[in-house]
C-alpha cells in the first residue's frame, strides 16, 4: 500500500512505517501531523485510485526530528576583475514517519 501526498509544495511516494524528509514543519518533535492533500493510493501494484484533483483519504504522521542538509557551496566569479563570492546554503528538513494510510 502506497500513497503520492502533497506535502508543502513537493510530491512523495509514502508507506507506511517510512521516514521521510520534508520541507521544514512547524511542529515540534514528537507531534502528530495530518496530510490531507492525497493524490494517488494504491492498495497493491495493480489497482490504483486517481485524484481529480486530490482524493478524500488522509495521511497520519509523526515528527521524529528536524535537521539540517548538507552545505552547498555558491562561488561567483567574474574572471580578470578580481570579483569573487563564496557563500554556503545548509536546507531546513523535518524528518516524519508515516503512521497510517487511511
Do not use: C, W
Not at 57 to 85: L, M, N, S
Amino acid at each position: 500500500m502506497f500513497a503520492i501526498v502533497n506535502i508543502r509544495g513537493n510530491q512523495y511516494r509514502v508507506q507506511e512505517n517510512q521516514m521521510v524528509f520534508v520541507p521544514k514543519l512547524k511542529e515540534e518533535i514528537g507531534a502528530k501531523v495530518t496530510f490531507d492533500d492525497v493524490l494517488l493510493f494504491s492498495q497493491d501494484e495493480s489497482t490504483y485510485e486517481v485524484g481529480s484533483p486530490k482524493l478524500s483519504r488522509k495521511v497520519e504522521a509523526t515528527v521524529v526530528e528536524h535537521v539540517k542538509d548538507d552545505k552547498v557551496t555558491v562561488f561567483k566569479k567574474k574572471r580578470r576583475k578580481g570579483y569573487k563570492v563564496r557563500r554556503g546554503h545548509r536546507q531546513n528538513y523535518t524528518q516524519v514517519s508515516i503512521d497510517k494510510i487511511s
